[in-house]
Antibody, heavy 119, light 110 residues
Framework: EVQLLESGGALVQPGGSLRLSCAASGFTFSSHAMSWVRQAPGKGLEWVSTISSSGGGTYYDDSVRGRFTISRDDSKNTLYLQMNSLRDEDTAVYYC????????????WGQGTLVTVSS | QSVLTQPPSISGAPGQRVTISCTGSSSNIGAGYDVQWYQQLPGTAPKLLICANTIRPSGVPDRFSGSKSGTSASLAINGLQAEDEADYYCQSFDSSLRGVFGGGTKVTVL
């Protein structure tokens, strides 16, 4: 069974940093692009970042470019999101998702991890 | 403001057919990129419902169907059931190298 398990969410002050992890199992992790998608409380889904299967291609939404860094460790079957200079508006549940095809469909999704940015 | 436009809410009686529209532009749906649909039940993670415009992954009931034309796409639910009450999101890829979502549509079963 394909599974994704996020961790690392926490309460952090504005300007702080946090690293999210996503442990993958049940599929060949190194063969797939992976993504982070977030959902602010009561709001819709927002794509954050995608990394190619090789790790050589990384893509970011304008709202996080320069502050967030996506990476992967294929030896550990784990995806990461390093989040720096956090802002109130980064408060959200962060989901990781396996990413497929040229149109980037997301399947499956993890259960999500909550990041709260507040003083 | 979402890149893809969906109606905020729709409702229907059990057994009714409802459709959700998703309008994009020439840089995403109109550029030929596929449209996906996700269902998010209350308090849960999103689930892929339709991929590549019309394909239902294994396990998705056949009352769900997708279509695409030009810069728009639609999700139809035939024979609405109580368990279909959820939020639905369309998604595609944009030529500016980013994933794009609709704002979501809340489906209420009357």
């Amino acid at each position: 069974e394909v599974q994704l398990l996020e961790s690392g969410g926490a309460l952090v002050q504005p300007g702080g940093s946090l690293r999210l992890s996503c442990a993958a199992s049940g599929f060949t992790f190194s063969s797939h692009a992976m993504s982070w998608v977030r959902q602010a409380p009561g709001k819709g889904l927002e794509w954050v970042s995608t990394i190619s299967s090789s790790g050589g291609g990384t893509y970011y939404d304008d709202s996080v470019r320069g502050r967030f860094t996506i990476s992967r460790d294929d030896s550990k079957n784990t995806l990461y999101l390093q989040m720096n200079s956090l802002r109130d508006e980064d408060t959200a549940v962060y989901y990781c998702a396996r990413t497929r095809s040229a149109s980037w469909w997301f399947d499956p999704w993890g259960q999500g991890t909550l990041v709260t940015v507040s003083s | 403001q979402s890149v893809l436009t969906q109606p905020p809410s729709i409702s229907g009686a059990p057994g009714q057919r409802v459709t959700i529209s998703c309008t994009g532009s020439s840089s995403n749906i109109g550029a030929g990129y596929d449209v996906q649909w996700y269902q998010q039940l209350p308090g849960t993670a999103p689930k892929l419902l339709i991929c590549a415009n019309t394909i239902r992954p294994s396990g998705v009931p056949d009352r769900f169907s997708g279509s695409k034309s030009g810069t728009s796409a639609s999700l139809a639910i035939n024979g609405l059931q109580a368990e279909d009450e959820a939020d639905y999101y369309c998604q595609s890829f944009d030529s500016s190298l980013r994933g794009v979502f609709g704002g979501g549509t809340k489906v209420t079963v009357l």
